[in-house]
């Protein structure tokens, strides 16, 4: 998911030298959220991939500098859904780690997730980067959500 931030978000670079010229690496740091409603429904949103494809995610985004995990997926998901929310008891739901190449550049992401109760807002709020608030069913939400990683963290997040 692109950053609405100015500059560049804190990440680590690295460099590989090899047949065909030199790679670059990015190492980013995300957090986002396993948001649920009072009566128990999950939180996913609809946005777009690199590639421009519609796809169903859990909300998350970039750390900034200086910013903890936590504090990032609260604020990420208060703006990509509109919805205040407070940490669950346990909060920390899961890691997730991928790679992806975006500009010609590898990019390893890790998105720690936490577990959020929704306590007030309006999914209308959401920011310019989400297309639509999706609030069902768990087991409806899981099997829209379009990453398998994302559906096994909900999946081991609800049993906590």
């Given at each position: ?22 790679i ?5 740091h ?36 200086g ?94």
């Amino acid at each position: 998911m692109p950053s609405r931030r100015k500059g560049l978000p804190p990440a680590r670079i690295g460099v590989r030298h090899g047949i065909g010229g030199t790679i670059r690496t990015v190492f980013e740091h995300s957090a986002g959220g396993v948001v649920l409603t009072t009566d128990g429904l999950l939180v996913v949103v609809r946005t777009r991939n690199l590639a421009g494809q519609s796809v169903v995610t859990l909300p998350k985004g970039l750390l900034e500098a200086g910013e903890q995990a936590i504090e990032a997926a609260r604020r990420e998901v208060t703006e990509e859904t509109g919805l205040e929310v407070r940490a669950a008891d346990p909060a920390r739901a899961g890691v997730v780690e991928y790679w992806f190449v975006r500009d010609r550049v590898r990019v390893k992401k890790r998105v720690d997730f936490f577990r959020f109760a929704v306590t007030g807002g309006d999914p209308a709020l959401h920011d310019n980067e989400v297309d639509e608030v999706v609030i069902l069913e768990p087991s409806a939400a899981m099997g829209k959500l379009t990453y398998p990683a994302e559906r096994d963290l909900v999946r081991k997040a609800l049993t906590l």
